[in-house]
């Protein structure tokens, strides 16, 4: 490698990386100050350009001036759990029949199936929050945490199912029959032969859904009202018409900081070796 | 244990159980404890400073009545949930949160508040309402909104209206309470759109001799939205008070999605709300036939987009935090809207804290004749009451009384006079007792900036050539048509008289979906307040 | 195993019923309702014929929104597979602190579309953000970020392309830790350069991974409306609108439920029919073998 | 104890996977099925272990219908060509594996294991996962798996063939005697090597385009393959099979003479015929008929020259390494006596090892 090359290299990544963490600063530098460090123009360091203050802070953890993040954190937390470890139990299945059996319904067959299953993501939300919220008023689960379990399972078994039957055409069928051959039924084949050699794949998948599930602000809030609020709409109900910018940029930073645990997860993944093969 | 026993000790858990089931199904109604002894005394100082150091330290004496402290605090709401939904933090959303942790407190009550951005308001409240889901049982929204709301909404009781809180109510902000003669809506705010200036610049001689030499006039606040934008212009760009940084001639609320459509009836009602011409502004009441892209509306968006020159940068996208930033940080040397960058400016850590004053907003030289489709050249002012914040309770309120003790105890008179003074909350003055310039004093606003803010203020309740918000069903649908008219022709997709003609279209296909009838036995509301009759 | 054909449904029903029961019911009602008049007014399920449909055609600013789509998610999507497939190139090997530069490049891709733009909206603040600020510094006027059209499509697509690179990035780079040696010794003995490897054994190799990489992506790009909702609410004017946030408008904020409903559907039918060409002729432009049904028979 | 199949016949895409397979499987012997690829041998066994079904046919265990029966009642075991472990199991629990499912004991389990991994020479792997061991080791492991638990059928897919020629060899050699060795099991062991065949099978099937065109003991079928397609599927190299004339004591190829009629052929009237003989007994000599060398392979201490005889392919194997150029002029020398021949058909009139005047017969 050139030392031009490598001069270039290094250039090229550590101005991605500064566009990458510049919003980053920015909301760590705002969460810090106050509407004086904020209307005169932009500042950017403290002590010297703004004095600092925890307000921002403060707020988002009770202050009365705020939006309380605790709650919503929680709320967000069980929901996206619980939705995708349901998405990925029914998309896995689902995933594995398609990708070991033909099905053939009239002109339908698989790549049809697996078609309807990717396509649900091409629905814009609009068309769905409406019926859904008839659909929940219903089954009177308007504003509970079941309801928008069932409303994020109908987000993210598309991804499991897209994720995972790609990763289980990666795997020889062989093992399955062999276990079917070694006594297992089609079931057992399934959780004891092909489940334990899918964390790989269970991974990625598990990564879209908390990814898609953590950031789904649109749902959450329109079939909400007072008793569940996410984390999304915690931070959205500090946008007002006089932003607190300090407030927002404190919610903003907290609620994204479970997720940027899971990029370094994922990354883990990506260096031992395990992903490579199931993203393809 | 014998029998007997044993049947007495399984009968225990039983009955709790069946209690809490039966308490958890909520079919039992709101259960009325009695009063438990007050907290407070008769006349105890209030303060909000134990909130947090972003309060001011100002301490008001609690007002003896139904919805004092005092009084509040003697009901006993333990076990029972209150949901209220209010407008994002902090505009009227940091009140509601704060006056919901004070009422947990005296009343033992638990308050559940959400929280919402202004533009999804509106679709988050009337939703469940029209589908029959008790989802709040107190909502704070815009009170033009009165239209689509009053179907369900409780009519203040009595008792409430008797208070001594609500009787000094002003005429102006009961009617805007009022729909078919009952009073649905619980005041909590009085808005107005008013003009605001810098006083150091505008009222200094040395830039009153230079604007004399430039045009050969009087620097004065602006009469006519045409010597509006003469001044703005004259000092737009340069630097005239002296901080480092350029001033601009004007911030206005110019977003889309915001309040523009506002703004721009402000401008508009000068040359639109001809003080001999009866029957609406907005529509023929007898035809329901829009006016909106009749002349006096076509030069009130000419002005605007003329106005363009004037604004700092961004200002073709402000939204009314931006105007208020703006104003408030001494950027902007005039702006007209709600009194919240005015209270900014003045706040105690201000820059320019007391070199502002509020005045009438711009008249006009002349104004259009509708019925005899002239430009009539008489000097013409017309206040603009838009709308301000409201209050109401929902018929399917568990507790409807909790509601509006919530509601009058939001509204006393010490929490409103503290609420008052901070900038933020976006509570404006709407009581007799509020156009008081000592009150202002008090708050150390000089006796010049107070006299004139309270004079600007009680002016326009005593105006009879005003204009008030179009309060029909499918307002918002309306004014949404009227932002983007007005948007389009700011960002000069479309000259002002295409782009009104295209908001007339809408406009009456709108009336029509929504049904002519109701939408013009609504607006008669309107117009009678408008005609005075 | 065709021999077992008696037990697939047992893994298939679970998943696609569960869809199939919280989606029919949306999609029906949609269906049901585009043919009403259904608005906030009169929420009711009347029928008004094919008016609504009717006034979709007539709708210049709604097929304005979908032209835009075209330059907003072909155009960031584009990018981002340019940027995201460079990335994975320069922290695939031999690069110092690859852990680091690999886990901040995914970061973005895990934060809240609508929390990112609202501060996003403070950066590119025209007179309080730093962006303008800096330009200032540099000399430059102030760039009216969110009042010209230009300038707001700019910021708009520079949000989402820091939003999504990362994900083209993760695919890309995955599927390059995923090639096999072999070709890459092949063409090391014959002596071939980096360039020539890299179109010869790098990128046709990469071809499958970069189509349904581009295509997942463009699907989710094409319902871009958080973004737009929070950073420039469609302005100025309508010039950042994209359909997306036109539904919603139309839907949501004044509630023609009718109206929105079958705005709806004719986004959906377009998109179906755009996604499904895009796909055909990614896949010839990346020489891509037709593949066959996932469900092999041996 | 039998496996019987009856009239097994299996269409995918118009092609022919089986096509009338009846076979009768004994208990207690090894079975090979020796075809081309795709010759339909994988497909059977797919069958017989339930993995398949068929179009229509019959297969019966026991005489008793065994197509329903669903594949994990089947009480077989497989093998197959690509080492097939559970990548997420140890060596020993790969093998302990069936024993599980199946409820032994543990203890049991235990023993049994190690006994199997003794066998397979993997003791001291027991703990490794399949994919820190080479793919011979993969494939003893998939083997002590099919083993361990004395499956009824064992099938055994083309085990060896992904494994190095040395290598094969050797694992044929050690197991040969394991899988004669299954008691009462039906041992069926697919391959498409005529040696491996021969040398293990009790029963050799031969397959070709989805039918069994032969069964017999290994001797019989390459004494006397039953048609010139058998011929070249149980010979490596194939056998040399070229078309000629019986004439005056003569035997011509076009109008090239090229050897007098054997004793065993003595009695064949004149006419045509298609002659078959093996690689090996065909030498290259000083003087004879003259071949162009069309292609030379040489394989460790053999080497097989490819010969064009007027238009006729030959390949002659002979020992040892030689040095052959391409389009050199060489002269072969057939063995008469190892002659077969087959009428136009194909089927066999005549065999070495069959005396004059005795018909070969099927």
């Known amino acids: 490698m050139s030392r031009l090359y490598a001069t270039f290299k290094y250039t090229l990544i550590s101005v991605w990386a500064g566009f990458v963490v510049g919003p980053f600063m920015w909301a760590v530098l705002t969460s810090f100050k106050d509407a004086n460090g904020v209307q005169g123009g932009a500042t950017y360091l403290p002590w010297v350009q703004y004095e600092p203050t925890l307000t921002g802070w403060q707020n988002i953890f009770g202050g009365a001036g705020g939006v309380d993040v605790v709650r919503p954190f929680l709320n967000s937390a069980v929901i996206t759990l619980v939705a995708s470890i349901i998405s990925l139990a029914l998309g896995a299945l689902a995933a594995y029949g398609l990708s070991r059996y033909r099905f053939k319904i009239g002109f339908i067959a698989n790549s049809d199936i697996i078609f309807f299953f990717v396509s649900q993501r091409i629905m814009p939300p609009v068309v769905l929050v409406v019926p859904f919220f008839f659909l929940l008023q219903w089954a009177n689960l308007l504003d509970t945490i079941p309801g928008l379990v069932i409303v994020t399972v109908a987000l993210l078994l598309p991804i499991a199912v897209w994720v995972m039957v790609d990763f289980f055409n990666g795997i020889p069928r062989q093992i399955d029959e062999m276990a079917m051959l070694d006594g297992c039924g089609p079931f057992g084949a399934f959780v004891r032969a092909i489940l334990p050699n899918s964390v790989p794949g269970l991974t990625v998948a598990a990564m879209f859904c908390a990814v898609f599930g953590w950031n789904d602000f649109f749902f959450a809030f329109r079939l909400t009202f007072t008793e569940i609020q996410t984390l999304p709409q915690a931070v959205v109900a500090l946008n007002s018409s006089i932003p607190p910018w300090w407030t927002l940029s404190a919610a903003a930073l907290f609620g994204m900081s479970p997720l940027i645990l899971l990029a370094v997860w994922v990354e883990r993944y990506l260096s031992k070796g395990s992903l490579p093969g199931v993203i393809r | 244990m014998n029998r007997k026993q044993l049947t007495k000790s399984l009968a225990v858990p039983v009955a709790v159980l069946a209690i809490t089931v039966a308490g958890c199904s909520g079919s039992s109604g709101p259960e009325q404890k009695p009063d438990k002894p007050a907290l407070f005394k008769p006349g105890s100082e209030i303060s909000y400073a134990k909130y947090g150091k972003d309060y001011p330290t100002t301490k008001v004496k609690d007002v003896p009545g139904p919805c004092s402290y005092e009084s509040i605090s003697r009901k006993d709401y333990s076990g029972q949930t209150l949901k209220i939904i209010s407008h994002a933090v902090p505009v009227i959303g940091e009140p509601t949160q704060l006056h919901a942790r004070q009422f947990e407190e005296i009343t033992g009550a638990k308050v559940e508040v959400v929280n919402v951005p202004f533009g999804e308001l509106h679709q ?410 | 195993m065709d021999g077992l054909r008696r037990h697939k449904s047992m893994f298939l029903l679970p998943g696609l019923l569960t869809l199939l029961l919280i989606i029919v019911f949306p999609l029906l009602f949609t269906i049901r309702v585009s043919f009403s008049g259904w608005n906030v007014s009169n929420p009711e399920m009347d029928f008004v014929g094919g008016a609504n449909y009717v006034k979709v055609l007539q709708d210049s600013r709604f097929w304005a929104a979908n032209l835009r789509l075209v330059l907003l998610a072909g155009g960031t999507v584009l990018i981002q597979y340019l940027i995201g497939f460079g990335l994975a190139l320069l922290v695939w090997r031999n690069v110092r602190a690859r852990r680091l530069w690999r886990v901040l490049f995914l970061v973005p891709m ?93 990128f046709p190799l990469m071809a499958p991974v970069s189509v349904s990489a581009i295509i997942i992506r463009l699907i989710e790009a094409s319902k871009l409306s958080d973004t737009v909702y929070v950073l420039t609410s469609g302005g100025p004017g309508s010039a950042t609108e994209s359909p997306g946030y036109y539904l919603y408008l139309r839907g949501l904020k004044e509630q023609q439920t009718g109206y929105a409903g079958s705005l709806s559907l004719t986004y959906l039918v377009l998109m179906v029919i755009t996604l499904t060409i895009v796909a055909a002729l990614l896949a010839r432009a990346f020489k891509v073998p037709r593949q066959s049904s996932k469900a092999k028979e041996q | 104890m039998t496996l019987d199949a009856t009239d097994l016949s299996l269409t995918v895409d118009g092609v022919d996977h089986l096509k009338d397979v009846t076979a009768s499987f004994q208990p207690g012997r090894l079975h090979t099925v020796i075809g081309r690829t795709l010759a339909g041998k994988s497909t059977l066994l797919r069958v017989l272990a339930g993995l398949q079904r068929v179009d229509s046919g019959s297969l019966t265990r026991h005489g008793a219908d065994f197509l329903t029966t669903p594949v994990w009642r089947r009480d077989t075991a497989m093998v197959y060509q690509q080492f097939i472990n559970y990548p997420h199991l140890t060596v020993f629990d790969n093998v302990a594996f069936p024993l599980k499912r199946a409820g032994v004991a543990r203890d049991e389990i235990r023993r049994r294991v190690q006994e199997s991994l003794a066998r397979v020479g993997l003791t001291e792997f027991r703990r490794r996962r399949p994919s820190q061991l080479s793919g011979g080791q993969q494939q003893r492991v998939a083997l002590a798996r099919a083993l361990v638990r004395g499956a009824g059928i064992l099938l055994l897919d083309e085990p060896f063939a992904n494994l190095d020629y040395k290598l094969r060899e050797q694992l044929r050699e050690e197991f040969k005697t394991l899988f004669s060795d299954q008691g009462d099991a039906v041992v069926i062991y697919t391959t498409t090597e005529p040696a491996e065949a021969m040398m293990l099978g009790d029963v050799v099937l031969v397959m070709h385009e989805g039918r069994i065109i032969q069964t017999g003991p290994p001797g019989e079928v390459y004494d006397r393959p039953a048609t010139t397609t058998v011929a070249r599927i149980i010979n490596d190299p194939p056998m040399n099979i070229f078309t000629g004339r019986i004439a005056g004591g003569r035997i011509a190829v076009d109008d090239l003479q090229v050897t007098r009629v054997p004793a065993h052929l003595a009695d064949l009237p004149d006419g045509t015929y298609q002659f078959g003989l093996r690689a090996p007994d065909i030498a290259l000599a000083s003087a004879g008929l003259q071949a162009e060398v069309t292609f030379v392979e040489i394989s460790g201490s053999e080497t097989f020259v490819h010969l064009a005889l007027s238009g006729t392919g030959f390949v002659v194997q002979i020992d040892g390494v030689h040095d052959i150029a391409l389009g050199d002029r060489v002269s072969m020398r057939l063995r008469p006596e190892r002659l077969f021949a087959f009428d136009h058909s194909g089927a066999l009139v005549r065999s070495p090892s069959s005396g004059p005047g005795s018909p070969e017969g099927r």
């Open chain 3, 110 to 202: 895990m934060t809240t579309p609508v929390v990112m733009a609202a501060v996003w909206q403070m950066i590119f603040h025209e007179s309080l953000g730093p962006v303008n600020d800096m330009l200032a510094k540099l000399g430059i006027a102030p760039v009216h970020w969110f009042t010209e059209a230009g300038p707001a499509l700019a910021a708009l697509m520079t949000v989402e392309i820091w939003q999504w690179t990362p994900f083209m990035f993760l695919l890309m780079l995955a599927g390059l830790l995923s090639l096999p040696k072999e070709p890459f010794l092949a063409a090391a003995i014959d002596g071939a350069g980096a360039w020539r490897t890299f179109w010869k054994v790098t």
């Open chain 2, 124 to 533: 988050k409240i009337l939703t469940p309402l029209q589908a029959g889901q008790p989802a709040y049982d107190v909502m704070f929204y815009p009170s033009l909104w009165i239209g689509d709301m009053a179907p369900y909404l409780v009519p203040v009781p009595k008792e409430y209206l008797d208070a001594p809180g609500m009787k000094d109510v002003t005429k102006a902000y009961l009617g805007v309470a009022t729909w078919n003669g009952k009073v649905v809506q619980y005041p909590v705010d009085g808005d107005r759109h008013y003009l605001k200036i810098r006083t150091d610049v505008l009222a200094d001689r040395k830039h009153q001799a230079a604007y004399l030499a430039a045009t050969g006039k009087q620097l004065r606040a602006p009469q006519t939205w045409a010597e509006y934008q003469e001044i703005a212009s004259f000092f737009g760009g340069k630097d005239v008070d002296g901080d480092g940084k350029p001033n601009f001639g004007s911030a206005e609320v110019t977003k889309r999605d915001d309040l523009v459509f506002s703004a721009f009836i402000s401008r508009a009602a000068p040359y639109v709300k001809h003080p001999d011409v009866t029957g609406g502004v907005f529509f023929d009441v007898t035809t329901m036939q829009p006016l909106i892209n009749t002349p006096g509306f076509v030069r009130a968006l000419e002005d605007m987009v003329k106005a363009k020159s004037t604004w700092p940068a961004g200002g073709a996208n402000f939204g009314l935090g931006d105007e208020i930033f703006s104003f408030g940080g001494g950027q902007a040397l005039m702006s007209y809207s709600w009194d919240d960058a005015f209270i900014q400016a003045q706040q105690t850590d201000s820059r320019i804290r007391n070199r502002v004053a509020a005045a009438p907003l711009p008249g006009s030289a002349e104004v259009y004749n509708r019925n005899t489709r002239t430009w009539d050249k008489i000097q013409n002012q017309a206040p603009y009451f838009t709308w301000g914040w409201t209050s109401a309770v929902a018929k399917t309120a568990r507790n409807q009384k909790m509601a509006f003790d919530y509601l009058c105890f939001f509204s006393n008179e010490a929490n409103t006079a503290l609420d008052l003074t901070i900038g933020r909350f976006g509570v404006n003055p709407y009581r007799n007792a509020h156009f008081d310039p000592g009150f202002w004093q008090a708050q150390g606003w000089s006796k010049d900036v107070a006299t004139a803010y309270v004079n600007t203020l009680s002016g326009m309740e005593k105006s009879t050539n005003r204009v008030f918000d179009l309060r029909v069903p499918g307002v918002n649908e309306y004014m949404s048509s009227l932002a983007n008219g007005v948007a389009a022709a700011l960002a000069g997709q479309q000259t002002p008289q295409q782009a009104l003609d295209a908001v007339a279209k809408e406009w009456t296909e709108i009336t029509d979906r929504v049904g002519k009838d109701r939408v013009q036995e609504a607006y008669r509301n309107v117009v009678a307040l408008e005609d005075n009759s």
